[in-house]
């Protein structure tokens, strides 16, 4: 796996895009944080939702806060292991995650990767060479939906992870624009209209 600070040849300019949140969407939170490969497990039919994006003709970007590696929790290099286990599994169910961006950084760091800031969103649409309005972008945060409004990206709110608690802290304003569906799975058939080929 690249890391996404790296240059790397980007993929075509005409696509159609998913952004995916990681912890609480692809694969189960913890509040003790995912230390190492062993700890990441998928959320029951993730990995066969990403194949089907990819069965449907999008491309799928991962944008997620990575605020571990500054606590020294885990190095890049366990992330890096992290993420190929993600992207693998995603691989043998027929599918693809086309890159995978994250932020290192810790809240009080002042980057500007960090969601709710929009750093890594304008790295993906630099990457693909893609406008991001419209952009299906499925989180479980209230970080999640300010910053792929603050893009223009649609935003889409899973119940799973912190779902359920954003959900009951958010204000009306907060949700206004938001679909809120049920995990990863009924995400894609919002996306997809139920499309698999």
């Avoid at 912190?162 to 894609?188: Q, S, Y």
């Amino acid at each position: 796996m690249i890391p996404a600070h790296q240059e790397s040849t980007p993929a075509h300019s005409s696509v159609r895009l998913v952004i995916l949140d990681r912890d609480g969407v692809i694969n189960h939170d913890s509040d003790d944080y995912i230390k190492n490969a062993d700890e990441w497990l998928p959320i029951k039919g993730s990995i066969e939702a990403i194949a089907q994006l990819s069965r449907s003709g999008y491309k799928v970007a991962v944008a997620t806060n990575q605020s571990g590696v500054a606590r020294n929790y885990f190095t890049i290099e366990t992330l890096d292991l992290i993420h190929h286990k993600m992207c693998s599994m995603v691989k043998e169910a027929g599918g693809s995650i086309d890159r995978v961006f994250y932020c290192p950084h810790g809240p009080d760091d002042n980057c500007d990767c960090r969601k709710p800031m929009t750093g890594l969103l304008k790295q993906i649409s630099d990457y693909f060479h893609a406008p991001l309005e419209g952009v299906p972008f499925v989180g479980d945060s209230s970080k999640d939906i300010i910053a792929a409004r603050a893009c223009d990206c649609r935003p889409i709110l899973v119940k799973t992870g912190k779902g359920k608690k954003t959900l009951e802290d958010a204000n009306e304003k907060m949700l206004r624009g938001v679909t809120v569906v049920n995990d990863l799975v009924a995400a894609v058939d919002f996306i997809t209209g139920g499309d698999s080929q």
